[in-house]
């Protein structure tokens, strides 16, 4: 990891820690993960947002009016909001995308939780969502939270990451791998 990184993961992760600490003691961790689905939301759906948070061309106040101003159009908490606040007037809000996800791993480790990324050929149904949520929390002992995305390369099959461990199914993989043996064979 460059040292750039790690240091917004850092600052990223003492914000999360205060934050959930504060949403902890005011029983506000339900408004907390509301707040991050629509942060999640606009980091993902526009440029804008992103442009404010990373461009250096924004004075502190400039930043700071318009967070605040986004954060009661979003309605978001007063915890959040203040945070928010509080990280553009010291032009930290580089680190927002790091904040979102630190603190959605605080609040899953808590609630005792895990994340697995999925990543298939074509979206998951329903059924097909809850049928492997269910296999991984079994396997786990964990209850398991799916992020999915959709990666058409891989012809059919999934790509499932739990913490550290990977599970590869997919026919790109088999294909690839079947290619090498022909290639050491020949």
């Not at 959040?80 to 959605?104: C, D």
């Not at 002992?141 to 997919?170: N, P, R, W, Y």
Request: zero cysteines; charged letters at 25%; a positive charge.
């Amino acid at each position: 990891m460059s040292e750039t990184a790690s240091i917004s993961t850092g600052i990223a992760q003492r914000y999360a820690s205060a934050v959930y600490d504060l949403a902890k003691d005011g029983k506000k961790v339900k408004d907390i993960e509301t707040d991050l689905d629509a942060l999640q939301g606009a980091l993902n759906d526009s440029e804008d947002f992103r442009n404010l948070i990373h461009s250096p061309i924004y004075t502190r106040s400039e930043q700071q009016a318009a967070i605040v101003a986004l954060a009661k159009k979003m309605k978001l908490s007063e915890i959040m909001g203040n945070t928010l606040s509080l990280m553009a007037s010291k032009r930290r809000l580089f680190v927002l995308p790091a904040l979102v996800k630190s603190l959605r791993e605080t609040i899953a480790i808590e609630k005792g939780e895990v994340t697995a990324e999925v990543t298939s050929a074509k979206a998951l149904t329903k059924a097909q969502s809850d049928k492997l949520a269910k296999t991984l929390k079994a396997s786990t002992g964990k209850t398991v939270t799916l992020q999915t995305a959709v990666d058409e390369s891989l012809i059919g099959g999934l790509i499932v990451k739990v913490g550290s461990k990977m599970i590869d199914t997919s026919i790109r993989s088999k294909l690839n791998s079947l290619q090498n043996v022909m290639k050491e064979v020949g």
